[in-house]
């Protein structure tokens, strides 16, 4: 009896072992890829209440220099790091697009919001003759700014495309991270960057300031070796 025993036993462990492997083997891919949903330590986020970094002369897909002091005229602003080669932040396109169209006109009690993508990935198909070809193609009504030196994704400390930040009208981060609570669009129960948005303007605190973004790593480049 524990002879027959011992075979279906084998058998569950060594099924047990090889999904236990793909599992294993499914993180590694994603963690190499950078494909993992983001929780950034406290010490490494800007606070909430901070003033937001500016940006100067970042190249825009219009073939123009933007600045962040040319939007004083917007309630808010929402920064959103992205890339073209991301498939969460290419997921995330048409709801960027029916963001800015959301509060397009600022009419009707709606604030006036600039929705602003910055590409700042150091890749080939993220260059800016990639970025201005996107763009046409999607019909993108905001602005699309690389960051060349990447030195505006470092001063908002952004770690994931694509990752939101909302400044409000002084110009402080009011919330960042995720633009709302499912990857799938028509999973979505909560949108954080609308109801961020409806609470300020109502004068209230946002409920929620932080929630992690998901998606890609930004591609930084890696450090040179030291050569002695």
């Not at 030196?149 to 001063?155: F, I, M, R």
């Not at 981060?173 to 609308?194: C, M, N, P």
């Amino acid at each position: 009896m524990n002879i027959i025993a011992a075979k279906p036993i084998n058998m569950w462990r060594s099924a047990a072992q090889r999904g236990y492997r793909s599992l294993l083997a499914c993180c590694c891919v994603c963690f190499c890829l950078g494909l993992w949903p983001g929780v950034a330590a406290a010490q490494d986020r800007l606070p909430v209440g901070a003033e937001a970094p500016a940006w100067s002369d970042l190249l825009g897909t219009d073939g123009q220099p933007h600045s962040l002091a040319d939007l004083q005229e917007f309630d808010f602003v929402v920064v959103c790091f992205t890339c073209n080669t991301c498939p969460y932040a290419i997921d995330y396109e048409e709801r960027l697009i029916a963001l800015q169209q959301r509060y397009a006109e600022g009419t009707d009690g709606q604030p006036r919001v600039a929705v602003v993508a910055i590409n700042a990935n150091d890749t080939p198909a993220d260059q800016m003759d990639k970025m201005q070809a996107r763009a046409t193609e999607r019909g993108f009504p905001f602005a699309y700014l690389r960051d060349a030196d990447q030195a505006v994704a470092k001063a908002y400390r952004a770690v994931y495309t694509p990752e939101f930040f909302l400044l409000d009208r002084e110009r402080k981060i009011r919330y960042q991270g995720a633009l709302d609570d499912k990857t799938k669009a028509d999973e979505v129960s909560r949108q954080f960057i609308v109801e961020a948005i409806t609470a300020l303007q109502a004068n209230r605190e946002p409920s929620t300031t932080y929630e992690g973004a998901r998606g890609c790593k930004i591609r930084f480049p890696k450090p040179k070796r030291r050569e002695d």
